[in-house]
């Protein structure tokens, strides 16, 4: 039976990933969970490591003696302010995990490294990509692009699989769904404590993101999907050496999602939602790059000189709405009300949020090259969204909503 290294443990993927060895004990064996925190207990084949991925190969080595595994799922992130420190931080730590496997000698007895990346390899975070997005897609660098650790660590992970004996799978997630306490992108619980609290103030559950992305798509990603696909791809020999996109294999839109989230906190969208005034303006406007990624191919697909920027705009600006003192005292309310985590609202990721529901254009991502490998995995995004919550309330972060499922 092999063994599992799991690095970003707590994290929203990480735990996700830890979580799916773990109830696979008869599968495998021991399964080292690697984080500079512990934040929750493990079953017994899940033996928790801290390890500091920011210390040098050889601060690292010290910390990994005895942590042997056949397989690596990398799923630790440390986000930082710029493109920049992004790259040279992410990339650092993950060269340097790879060179103290090598020092303890743990790279020997390596098949298959998994590492997380995600949407941002098409350049999501830019404007609107090419769609739906296809794994064989050009990168969007060069000449005027900002840097992106996804590609730095790739070649991170190809150059250093050339000299050995293991090879290696990247999994391309977009906005995750799932359950993680204090970490740095979390969908789930910054809409359901939105949700809670607008039911709080006055039960109006406006959508605050773009009025335009309310009709387009998204492809999201359950966590506990991708820790089987991230299980899956590492054991199935042709998928060595390649890139998946995985997502659910549902396409969604808010104007699906949204009624149901309004029905399961007991709110309701107000009437002519996107007309109404909100008090003093509530509204942002971001530009995103000025070439857009899909720039990059307008010529070969018809579409030169025929291509949008997109935005980021908000009918309530969400970082804003965090910072109003009703809503805070709606917040304090619950929170006494029902004995919630007392971090829970300050960790919540507003300006992430804000980002998913206010993009001017739809992401929409492929899963034809999995399956066409013979994966079958697939997860509605309501179930998984609605699973989250509940999930959610079992952990004191949302208060219990007293209503009929959706
Ligand atoms: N969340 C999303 O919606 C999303 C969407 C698409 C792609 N992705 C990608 O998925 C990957 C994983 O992100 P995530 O969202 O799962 O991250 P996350 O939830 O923020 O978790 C980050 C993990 O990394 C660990 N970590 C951070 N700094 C560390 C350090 N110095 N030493 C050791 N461990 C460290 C954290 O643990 P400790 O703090 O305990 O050390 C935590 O377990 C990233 O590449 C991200 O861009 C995420």
């Not at 066409?372 to 995995?377: A, E, F, V």
């Not at 959610?392 to 009929?404: D, F, Q």
């Given at each position: 039976?092999?063994?599992?290294?799991?690095?970003?443990?707590?994290?929203?993927?990480?735990?996700?990933?830890?979580?799916?060895?773990?109830?696979?004990?008869?599968?495998?064996?021991?399964?080292?969970?690697?984080?500079?925190?512990?934040?929750?207990?493990?079953?017994?084949?899940?033996?928790?490591?801290?390890?500091?991925?920011?210390?040098?190969?050889?601060?690292?080595?010290?910390?990994?003696?005895?942590?042997?595994?056949?397989?690596?799922?990398?799923?630790?992130?440390?986000?930082?302010?710029?493109?920049?420190?992004?790259?040279?931080?992410?990339?650092?730590?993950?060269?340097?995990?790879?060179?103290?496997?090598?020092?303890?000698?743990?790279?020997?007895?390596?098949?298959?490294?998994?590492?997380?990346?995600?949407?941002?390899?098409?350049?999501?975070?830019?404007?609107?990509?090419?769609?739906?997005?296809?794994?064989?897609?050009?990168?969007?660098?060069?000449?005027?692009?900002?840097?992106?650790?996804?590609?730095?660590?790739?070649?991170?992970?190809?150059?250093?699989?050339?000299?050995?004996?293991?090879?290696?799978?990247?999994?391309?997630?977009?906005?995750?769904?799932?359950?993680?306490?204090?970490?740095?992108?979390?969908?789930?619980?910054?809409?359901?404590?939105?949700?809670?609290?607008?039911?709080?103030?006055?039960?109006?559950?406006?959508?605050?993101?773009?009025?335009?992305?309310?009709?387009?798509?998204?492809?999201?990603?359950?966590s506990p999907l991708?820790?089987?696909?991230?299980?899956?791809?590492?054991?199935?020999?042709?998928?060595?050496?390649?890139?998946?996109?995985?997502?659910?294999?549902?396409?969604?839109?808010?104007?699906?999602?949204?009624?149901?989230?309004?029905?399961?906190?007991?709110?309701?969208?107000?009437?002519?939602?996107?007309?109404?005034?909100?008090?003093?303006?509530?509204?942002?406007?971001?530009?995103?790059?000025?070439?857009?990624?899909?720039?990059?191919?307008?010529?070969?697909?018809?579409?030169e000189n025929n291509?949008?920027?997109?935005?980021?705009?908000?009918?309530?600006?969400?970082?804003?709405?965090?910072?109003?003192?009703?809503?805070?005292?709606?917040?304090?309310?619950?929170?006494?009300?029902?004995?919630?985590d007392k971090d829970?609202?300050?960790?919540?990721?507003?300006?992430?949020?804000?980002?998913?529901?206010?993009?001017?254009?739809?992401?929409?991502?492929?899963?034809?090259?999995?399956?066409?490998?013979?994966?079958?995995?697939?997860?509605?995004?309501?179930?998984?969204?609605?699973?989250?919550?509940?999930?959610?309330?079992?952990?004191?972060?949302?208060?219990?909503?007293?209503?009929?499922?959706?």
């Open positions: 039976m092999p063994n599992a290294i799991v690095t970003g443990a707590t994290g929203i993927l990480g735990r996700g990933i830890v979580a799916a060895l773990g109830n696979n004990a008869k599968q495998w064996q021991t399964v080292y969970a690697l984080s500079r925190s512990q934040k929750e207990n493990f079953p017994p084949n899940v033996k928790t490591h801290l390890l500091d991925l920011t210390k040098d190969a050889h601060g690292m080595a010290k910390q990994l003696e005895g942590v042997q595994a056949e397989y690596v799922f990398f799923a630790a992130y440390l986000q930082k302010d710029t493109d920049q420190e992004n790259w040279d931080v992410n990339g650092a730590m993950l060269k340097n995990f790879l060179e103290a496997l090598e020092i303890t000698g743990a790279a020997k007895q390596l098949k298959r490294v998994i590492i997380t990346a995600g949407a941002k390899q098409y350049g999501l975070h830019l404007g609107p990509p090419k769609q739906p997005m296809e794994e064989s897609d050009p990168w969007v660098e060069g000449e005027g692009r900002p840097p992106n650790f996804y590609y730095y660590q790739q070649r991170i992970l190809a150059d250093k699989a050339k000299n050995a004996h293991w090879d290696w799978v990247v999994t391309y997630p977009n906005d995750v769904i799932g359950v993680a306490k204090g970490n740095f992108m979390n969908i789930a619980t910054s809409i359901g404590l939105y949700a809670a609290i607008s039911k709080e103030l006055d039960g109006n559950l406006v959508f605050p993101g773009s009025p335009t992305f309310y009709t387009m798509f998204d492809s999201f990603t359950y991708h820790a089987d696909f991230n299980i899956w791809s590492a054991l199935e020999p042709n998928c060595g050496n390649q890139a998946f996109n995985i997502v659910n294999g549902d396409t969604e839109s808010w104007q699906n999602l949204w009624p149901k989230i309004a029905r399961r906190f007991g709110g309701h969208i107000p009437r002519n939602q996107f007309n109404i005034g909100l008090g003093e303006d509530p509204s942002s406007s971001v530009e995103l790059a000025e070439r857009p990624p899909i720039a990059d191919v307008a010529a070969q697909i018809g579409l291509v949008q920027r997109g935005r980021v705009e908000q009918k309530c600006d969400l970082i804003k709405w965090s910072q109003r003192e009703d809503v805070q005292k709606a917040w304090e309310r619950l929170q006494e009300r029902d004995g919630l829970a609202f300050a960790k919540a990721t507003w300006g992430f949020l804000g980002f998913v529901l206010g993009r001017t254009f739809s992401a929409v991502i492929s899963m034809s090259k999995a399956r066409r490998y013979g994966w079958t995995g697939y997860v509605d995004t309501w179930e998984a969204l609605s699973q989250c919550f509940d999930e959610l309330e079992r952990e004191k972060i949302l208060p219990k909503a007293k209503y009929s499922e959706a």
